[in-house]
């Protein structure tokens, strides 16, 4: 079960996000895709709505982390929102971006979650429980969690 879960979660990766010693497949890179754009997801599902400006911007952040054209993250978001409905958890997703996303990419993951979550200019307290605990499944300090979120309120005067 854990082999199949492996294959299934373990990503290709595209050069911008994986370090230079790794060398993921085309497998292993799509399956960070489908990891990263699960936790944006889930993040903007926290709050019982799934908006299209929080779906826009799922799309811009999937593009720039992994350089991807418009039709193909929208294809990615339907994968991602079929792959939560059959996972257990979310470790399954954080795991798989912790192989393959170095610290620097963990922290502007966190500071997109955050974007998303502000998006409506609110914090809802699922949100905040839901990314507080990716944070620490993604084995960022607390501190750091805290400094993506004052990075980006700033960023949209809140």
């Not at 199949?4 to 290709?12: A, D, G, M, T, V």
């Not at 926290?46 to 799309?59: C, H, P, Q, T, Y």
């Not at 059959?86 to 795991?95: D, K, V």
């Not at 192989?99 to 914090?123: A, G, P, V």
Request: glycine residues 2%; hydrophobic residues 40%; contains cysteine.
């Amino acid at each position: 079960m854990f082999d199949y879960l492996r294959k299934i979660l373990l990503p290709e990766v595209n050069k911008s996000v994986v370090s230079p010693e790794s060398k993921p497949n085309k497998s292993e890179a799509k399956k960070l895709e489908v990891a990263t754009c699960a936790l944006f997801v889930e993040m903007a599902k926290a709050d019982g709505e799934f908006s299209e400006d929080e779906r826009k911007k799922i799309v811009k952040a999937m593009k720039e982390t992994f350089d991807l054209e418009n039709e193909f993250v929208n294809d990615l978001i339907e994968l991602s929102e079929q792959k939560i409905k059959e996972s257990i958890s979310i470790y399954e997703f954080t795991s798989t971006i912790n192989d393959n996303f170095s610290k620097e990419d963990k922290f502007e993951l966190m500071k997109n979650l955050w974007k998303l979550i502000y998006i409506d200019e609110k914090l809802n307290m699922y949100e905040d429980h839901l990314v507080k605990k990716i944070g620490g499944m993604l084995n960022l300090d607390h501190k750091k969690i805290i400094e993506a979120k004052l990075i980006v309120k700033e960023e949209k005067g809140l």
